[in-house]
């Protein structure tokens, strides 16, 4: 079982008519509402955040990328992840990962990831996603392109981190006269690699054929069952049975002393996460060639509300977070990764506009009250029954 720290760096300071003027808060959201001097303040905070979860013992710190957006403040991850290299000497940095689609220069990618596992001696984890939909936008990419280029642009970065001699590459998306990296990744062959998806059938079979490992956020334990059935199904046509930890999952989770008091602390800031940071229109969230027939049918099977218009007991019933004292979220969320095999967890432990001390206590709680507890039942469940 693995237990791990995700952060979206959100910009917290919303304008106060935001909900009666704005319908979200990416991509067109206007930039005047950032302020530069507490846009340095965050990025401060929220390294010292991350820095911190090395001490109380976590097993990776994982960051993203995200643009145009008061969503997440990580158009760079690897800028991100280099700050972290040399302030953090054990944990792993888990960069959940590169949109590789986006980029007109994937090549680049596989640069920085070699340099950022020499620094940090093998400590990185390489995420690639596809990019959220509006994103394409903001980088004037045709959507269509998108399973393409992420697909063209996996092959030529993980081609260029195992291969020993320069080659040429000449593909349907890009081209490259010399591919030759230097330096070359500490791990061998390359780094793990974690892949996020959103229930889209075609990701899940390709990272079955890859044997990478899976992960998905934001979701219902009904859809998660129907997400991981296909993903395990599709590894099971590859010859390939996933471990628990092969099959992750981001979740927020506020811990506090009693359940009254976390549900008190942590509702304006899940409130905020879901009504405000995660409020994109649908026009730009699907734009039109992005997904396929098969995972449009998917998506409109699961019959759910959309995620700004549920309510913080909604969010809660339905396991979108979990929100309690040690003992409640020790069994809560037991069950649900028990339930659903997994045994990767990206703990999203700041949400929304939360302030410092929120955090802090947040990570202290579960570092200290139920990380230790959920770890042993999973070391338990793995041994075998001594014979009588």
Same mark, same amino acid.
């Given at each position: 079982?693995?237990?791990?720290?995700?952060?979206?760096?959100?910009?917290?300071?919303?304008?106060?008519?935001?909900?009666?003027?704005?319908?979200?808060?990416?991509?067109?959201?206007?930039?005047?509402?950032?302020?530069?001097?507490?846009?340095?303040?965050?990025?401060?905070?929220?390294?010292?955040?991350?820095?911190?979860?090395?001490?109380?013992?976590?097993?990776?710190?994982?960051?993203?990328?995200?643009?145009?957006?008061?969503?997440?403040?990580?158009?760079?991850?690897?800028?991100?992840?280099?700050?972290?290299?040399?302030?953090?000497?054990?944990?792993?940095? /888990?960069?959940? #990962?590169?949109?590789?689609?986006?980029?007109?220069?994937? @090549?680049? =990618?596989?640069?920085?990831? %070699?340099?950022? &596992?020499?620094?940090?001696?093998?400590?990185?984890?390489?995420?690639?996603?596809?990019?959220?939909?509006?994103?394409?936008?903001?980088?004037?990419?045709?959507?269509?392109?998108?399973?393409?280029?992420?697909?063209?642009?996996?092959?030529?970065?993980?081609?260029?981190?195992?291969?020993?001699?320069?080659?040429?590459?000449?593909?349907?998306?890009?081209?490259?006269?010399?591919?030759?990296?230097?330096?070359?990744?500490?791990?061998?062959?390359?780094?793990?690699?974690?892949?996020?998806?959103?229930?889209?059938?075609?990701?899940?079979?390709?990272?079955?054929?890859?044997?990478?490992?899976?992960?998905?956020?934001?979701?219902?334990?009904?859809?998660?069952?129907?997400?991981?059935?296909?993903?395990?199904?599709?590894? /099971?046509?590859? #010859?390939?049975?996933?471990?628990?930890?092969?099959?992750? @999952?981001? =979740?927020?989770?506020?811990? %506090?002393?009693? &359940?009254?008091?976390?549900?008190?602390?942590?509702?304006?800031?899940?409130?905020?996460?879901?009504?405000?940071?995660?409020?994109?229109?649908?026009?730009?969230?699907?734009?039109?060639?992005?997904?396929?027939?098969?995972?449009?049918?998917?998506?409109?099977?699961?019959?759910?509300?959309?995620?700004?218009?549920?309510?913080?007991?909604?969010?809660?019933?339905?396991?979108?977070?979990?929100?309690?004292?040690?003992?409640?979220?020790?069994?809560?969320?037991?069950?649900?990764?028990?339930?659903?095999?997994?045994?990767?967890?990206?703990?999203?432990?700041?949400?929304?506009?939360?302030?410092?001390?929120?955090?802090?206590?947040?990570?202290?709680?579960?570092?200290?009250?139920?990380?230790?507890?959920?770890?042993?039942? /999973?070391?338990?469940?793995?041994?075998?029954?001594?014979?009588?």
């Amino acid at each position: 079982m693995r237990f791990n720290v995700f952060h979206n760096m959100p910009y917290g300071e919303l304008p106060d008519d935001f909900d009666e003027k704005y319908d979200t808060a990416s991509l067109v959201f206007p930039n005047r509402y950032y302020d530069p001097q507490k846009g340095a303040k965050y990025y401060e905070r929220y390294l010292d955040e991350l820095e911190y979860c090395e001490r109380l013992g976590y097993d990776s710190v994982c960051i993203n990328e995200h643009h145009q957006s008061a969503y997440g403040l990580m158009p760079s991850p690897n800028i991100i992840a280099a700050a972290l290299a040399r302030r953090t000497h054990k944990i792993q940095i /888990a960069v959940m #990962g590169n949109a590789i689609a986006l980029r007109d220069h994937p @090549l680049r =990618v596989a640069e920085e990831i %070699a340099m950022l &596992d020499a620094i940090t001696n093998g400590r990185i984890i390489s995420g690639f996603v596809r990019g959220i939909g509006y994103e394409y936008y903001a980088q004037s990419l045709n959507p269509t392109k998108s399973l393409s280029r992420f697909r063209e642009a996996h092959d030529l970065i993980v081609k260029a981190w195992t291969t020993r001699e320069p080659f040429e590459w000449v593909g349907d998306n890009y081209e490259f006269r010399y591919v030759n990296v230097w330096p070359r990744c500490v791990q061998e062959p390359h780094p793990r690699i974690w892949v996020p998806g959103t229930g889209s059938r075609e990701t899940m079979e390709w990272v079955a054929k890859h044997r990478y490992d899976y992960f998905t956020v934001y979701a219902p334990r009904r859809v998660l069952h129907s997400w991981f059935g296909t993903f395990r199904d599709a590894c /099971a046509r590859e #010859g390939y049975e996933p471990e628990p930890e092969n099959i992750g @999952l981001s =979740v927020p989770i506020y811990v %506090a002393e009693t &359940d009254e008091q976390a549900e008190a602390e942590a509702r304006p800031h899940l409130e905020w996460l879901y009504s405000k940071g995660l409020r994109i229109r649908p026009k730009h969230y699907f734009p039109a060639g992005y997904m396929s027939e098969g995972s449009w049918r998917g998506l409109l099977s699961n019959n759910s509300k959309q995620l700004h218009e549920l309510s913080f007991e909604e969010l809660l019933d339905l396991e979108y977070a979990f929100i309690g004292s040690p003992k409640t979220v020790i069994e809560r969320l037991g069950d649900f990764l028990g339930d659903l095999g997994v045994g990767n967890i990206n703990a999203v432990l700041h949400f929304g506009d939360m302030p410092h001390y929120k955090t802090i206590k947040n990570l202290e709680m579960f570092a200290n009250h139920v990380m230790p507890v959920l770890k042993a039942q /999973a070391g338990a469940a793995k041994r075998p029954m001594a014979a009588e």
